[in-house]
């Protein structure tokens, strides 16, 4: 339902149905919950039946970025099907919700998640994304058993490591990511540390690898009295908010075997040819930003759009059948000196507070990123031809044969089962949808044959008056 006055559901052709639910379209990236429902009766329509209005006014809607929303679903099997478990905060049971968990939706923010109990176990990293297998993608042995919320920090990082328990033996203080301590400090192990500011992870192996420990402020004087006696920790990251600006330039990291082994490169422009650094690629970390990346040199072959994630075998979970030859970043946004996208340009992908020391003028920009986009595939798993659209399209039949999946990459859409947006209606926000028939759970005889893009506004009201049917002379 978009604004607008609908006076008879029956002559939408809806006759047989019951609507019994309503839920609000927000925008996930700007609103952390639904805010009270405030109800007002209106008896000025007291002969023709009673309204009832719900108002959100926008002083109760708190302006929060993506920072301030942090959200992880559980479902209790692959693909995100089964019942679901939503929390923001920590979990220190998940079987007092779910039997068992198989995939889990990072709406928001960063948590950790433990294969036992009360936090205990093997722990793993998660942020904003879809694991619709994560035992297999990340390699899990067992199911998540409780989760943690990682709390956002934005001011300065700092962490003292000891090479021995209780704080002995040498010590070195901390404010950035040091993926070797052996290498940097001359340290062969660390057994104890005192996080005073920010939260980090430490790993096992060098350069990020390994098990894992998320670290929060406080001191820790034993990690073997922690369950850790026969771990080494030799490298340590800082959690950190992309939002925040501290991580806003885009980055990704090349490794040469599954499941980040082996060397690695990392990048934050276009590389015509991985060869020159790596012999093979077969995973990746986007950590920030979006990526395109060609199985052939110089940006030729078959391409493949990466943003902010893990990709722990990227070949068979993006169907590539060869590796990764070249990639180039796609920026956020573009410049130009003069109008319609004419003269020279500038790329930018963080803060500006000059932009004349690039262009002498400005008269033309374009958004890369955070606009609304929506793109159809005309066979499943995002194979065969494809066809990208920002907006309304009420007969997709002119761009494609037949339409079996489909990849949100920004905002909200309907998409119809019949063209002139008739039909079953199924809501996609971003994500992706390599079957449409089947993961979106959509009753439909044939393929998405039309889609309206849904305008969202973070913070204005949301008031909608609904009528139902009363007796004449009752109050």
């Given at each position: ?174 404010m950035d990511d040091c993926d070797n301590i052996q290498d ?58 992309i939002n925040s600006g501290m991580n806003m330039r885009g ?225």
């Amino acid at each position: 339902m978009r604004p607008g006055e609908y006076r008879s559901f029956r002559e939408m052709g809806m006759s047989s149905m019951r609507f019994m639910s309503m839920r609000r379209i927000m925008d996930m990236t700007h609103i952390r919950a639904a805010p009270p429902v405030l109800w007002r009766a209106d008896t000025r329509t007291r002969t023709m039946g009673r309204v009832g209005t719900a108002l959100l006014s926008s002083s109760s809607i708190p302006r929060m970025n993506v920072a301030s929303r942090l959200v992880i679903i559980f479902y209790e099997d692959r693909n995100f099907q089964g019942r679901s478990y939503e929390t923001s905060s920590d979990c220190a049971d998940m079987s007092s919700y779910l039997s068992r968990c198989h995939s889990c939706r990072v709406e928001s923010g960063m948590f950790m998640v433990y294969d036992r109990p009360n936090y205990m176990g093997n722990q793993y990293f998660m942020r904003r994304g879809e694991y619709a297998d994560y035992m297999s993608m990340m390699g899990m042995k067992d199911c998540i058993r409780s989760c943690r919320m990682i709390p956002m920090h934005r001011g300065q990082f700092r962490m003292r490591i000891y090479e021995r328990e209780n704080f002995g033996g040498q010590m070195h203080e901390l404010m950035d990511d040091c993926d070797n301590i052996q290498d940097r400090f001359r340290m062969s192990d660390c057994m104890s540390c005192h996080v005073m500011d920010g939260h980090w992870l430490m790993y096992e192996q060098p350069h990020y690898r390994g098990r894992m420990m998320y670290m929060r402020p406080g001191e820790y004087r034993s990690f073997r009295d922690m369950g850790y006696s026969g771990s080494r920790f030799m490298s340590m990251r800082r959690i950190m908010d992309i939002n925040s600006g501290m991580n806003m330039r885009g980055k990704i990291i090349f490794y040469e075997d599954r499941n980040f082994q082996g060397r690695h490169y990392e990048c934050m422009s276009d590389c015509a040819d991985m060869s020159s650094y790596m012999s093979r690629c077969h995973s990746c970390r986007v950590e920030s930003g979006c990526f395109m990346v060609y199985d052939r040199p110089n940006y030729m072959g078959n391409q493949y759009f990466m943003r902010r994630g893990e990709y722990a075998d990227y070949m068979s979970m993006m169907g590539m059948s060869d590796c990764i030859r070249s990639c180039r970043m796609i920026p956020m946004i573009i410049f130009y000196e003069d109008r319609n996208f004419q003269g020279r340009h500038y790329e930018c992908m963080s803060d500006c507070p000059d932009m004349s020391s690039y262009l002498s003028r400005c008269h033309s920009c374009r958004v890369e990123s955070g606009c609304f986009m929506i793109i159809f595939y005309e066979d499943k798993n995002f194979q065969g031809r494809s066809y990208e659209t920002g907006s309304d399209c009420a007969e997709l039949t002119s761009h494609l044969s037949r339409c079996n999946s489909c990849r949100v990459e920004s905002g909200c859409f309907m998409v119809y089962e019949r063209p002139n947006f008739m039909g079953h209606q199924m809501l996609v926000r971003r994500g992706e949808y390599p079957d449409n028939q089947r993961l979106m759970g959509m009753s439909m005889s044939d393929c998405v044959r039309s889609c309206r893009m849904i305008p969202v506004s973070a913070y204005s009201p949301l008031l909608m008056k609904y009528w139902f049917p009363m007796k004449l002379g009752l109050s």
